[in-house]
Every structure is written in structure tokens, then in C-alpha cells.
Nanobody, 124 residues
Framework: QVQLVESGGGLVQTGGSLRLSCVAS????????MGWYRQAPDKERELVAT???????NYADSVKGRFTIAGDNAKNTVYLQMNDLRPEDTAVYYC??????????????????WGKGTLVTVSS
């Protein structure tokens, strides 16, 4: 299987910045796509940003121009640089990975794995 470990969350004031990191481990051959999602209290989980193995990015309209996603394929790591943070960005941020990997003697060309989440709190 594939495991994800997120880091970098915390408490920041409005207008501040944070950088989230997510490292994927396991018998990974290639990362098809990595991304970040978030879930605020009493809301559904929503997409924040994704990046493909060819560095094609996609952002939610609410974070365009403020957040930047970047990947390091050699390290199976994805980053999310968050600038100009606002109280409405407060949420648990989850890393998501679609990898090519092997497990239990079998090879998989894709998957859907989630981290446990890291809390980002933006105070007004």
C-alpha cells in the first residue's frame, strides 16, 4: 500500500503564509497525480489544487493567485504554498495521491490514497 504523511499546518493570522508538505511512501513507481483537498467544519471536502506528473496544475477558483502547488517526483512529495491566507481558508487539509505502485505481489497502474490531514487555522 501507499502511505501519506502531511506536515506544515498550524495557526496563522489573516494575510499570513504557510507551506504544506506531503510525502508518499511505499513501492511507488510513478506518481500520476497529487493534490490537496480541504474540509471546513460542517462542509464537504473540496478540491484545493492538483498537479500531474507532467506538472499540469488545477486550482479551485477561491485559491487562484494565492496558493501554489508544486511536486517533486523524485521524492514523491507535493507542496502547497499558501499566501494571503484568509479566515475562510481554515480547514483540515488532506493530501491525495494517484500512484502507480505494487502491493502484495501485484502491480497497480493507479490508486486513490489519502493522508490523515493537517489543520490550518487562520485567525482574523
Amino acid at each position: 500500500q501507499v502511505q501519506l504523511v502531511e506536515s506544515g499546518g498550524g495557526l496563522v493570522q489573516t494575510g499570513g503564509s504557510l507551506r504544506l508538505s506531503c510525502v508518499a511512501s511505499g513501492r511507488i513507481f510513478k506518481i500520476n497525480r497529487m493534490g490537496w483537498y480541504r474540509q471546513a467544519p460542517d462542509k464537504e471536502r473540496e478540491l484545493v489544487a492538483t498537479i500531474t506528473s507532467r506538472s499540469i496544475t488545477n486550482y479551485a477558483d477561491s485559491v487562484k493567485g494565492r496558493f501554489t502547488i508544486a511536486g517533486d517526483n523524485a521524492k514523491n512529495t507535493v507542496y502547497l504554498q499558501m499566501n494571503d491566507l484568509r479566515p475562510e481558508d481554515t480547514a483540515v487539509y488532506y493530501c491525495n495521491v494517484d500512484p502507480q505502485y505494487s502491493s502484495d505481489g501485484r502491480t497497480y497502474t493507479g490508486g486513490n490514497f489519502w493522508g490523515k490531514g493537517t489543520l490550518v487555522t487562520v485567525s482574523s
